[in-house]
């Protein structure tokens, strides 16, 4: 009893985090996959972290609202500085976010290259630490969802594209920093990918499904398995998107069938 009790005190939050996480990254997975901007994610959460390890590297302390600050100015510079590149050479852009990816990787290297504990500080930033989430933390992400909530379903015609890509910014500033790159971005891509061929009125709320259920399957296999749970819900998403895609695929064949069936008998 007292092993199950200190597990779900343990899973209970990081179930919260995922949730905050995917309330946001699905519909905006969405948008990246309709854009073809795939690894946007990847780069402005790179930037973002750069903007933490920048901010542990000058002495302003590993969490605070300093360390958000430095954060989410790394992440706006990256998100503005895409949003002029797609302007001015949108036949590239794609290769340039890589670029902008590796740049934010490299620096975040130099940056912790004498630090004894550099290599750690890596591996948190990109695996996470998803069973440690303080609740301030999930404070803080609970407001910024809200917002991008509000943002996204009210006023998400009239963002264009510096909106889109400052409230990228700040909500990634926030996830990177509750359950990692990796996580960020698989929940970002994997439910677009897996729902694209499903009817367009399901994909928002099969993408959430599917994530929800990622997130469930991941923390419990980690917690039987006692393997690192970041790892253990990106395979689980990849799992179940697939699963997810192949009934798509099935659901699009048979309503492209329909209609030709329609077609020929006129």
């Not at 933390?137 to 809200?146: D, G, N, P, S």
């Not at 994997?190 to 499903?198: D, E, K, L, M, S």
Request: aromatic share 8%; hydrophobic share 55%; net charge neutral.
């Amino acid at each position: 009893m007292n092993d199950l009790h200190m597990q779900l005190t343990i899973l209970g939050p990081a179930l919260v985090a995922g949730v905050l996480v995917l309330l946001s990254h699905v519909p905006l997975g969405q948008q990246v996959l309709a854009r073809g901007i795939v690894f946007i994610d990847l780069a402005i959460a790179q930037a973002a972290g750069l903007g933490v390890i920048a901010a542990h590297s000058f002495g302003l302390g590993a969490s605070g609202w300093t360390t958000q600050v430095a954060a989410a100015a790394a992440a706006l510079a990256g998100a503005l500085l895409l949003t002029w590149t797609e302007r001015k050479r949108p036949e590239v852009q794609e290769a340039l976010i890589g670029v902008l990816f590796v740049l934010a990787s490299t620096a975040q290297i130099l940056l912790l290259a004498n630090d004894p504990h550099g290599g750690e500080d890596l591996k948190d930033l990109l695996a996470g630490q998803i069973l440690w989430v303080s609740p301030t933390q999930l404070l803080h992400a609970a407001i910024v969802t809200a917002i991008f909530l509000v943002a996204w379903f009210r006023w998400r015609e009239r963002l264009g594209r510096v909106g889109f890509y400052v409230l990228f910014a700040l909500v990634v500033t926030i996830s990177v920093q509750l359950v990692g790159v990796y996580l960020v971005f698989s929940t970002l891509i994997v439910p677009a990918i897996a729902t694209y061929r499903h009817p367009p009125r399901r994909q928002l709320w099969l993408g959430y499904a599917l994530a929800l259920l990622s997130y469930v399957i991941g923390l419990v296999c980690s917690a039987v398995f006692d393997v690192p749970s970041s790892p253990a819900i990106v395979w689980a998403m990849a799992a179940v998107g697939l699963l997810v895609h192949l009934t798509g695929r099935e659901a699009h064949n048979k309503a492209h069938n329909a209609v030709s069936s329609n077609h020929n008998a006129a």
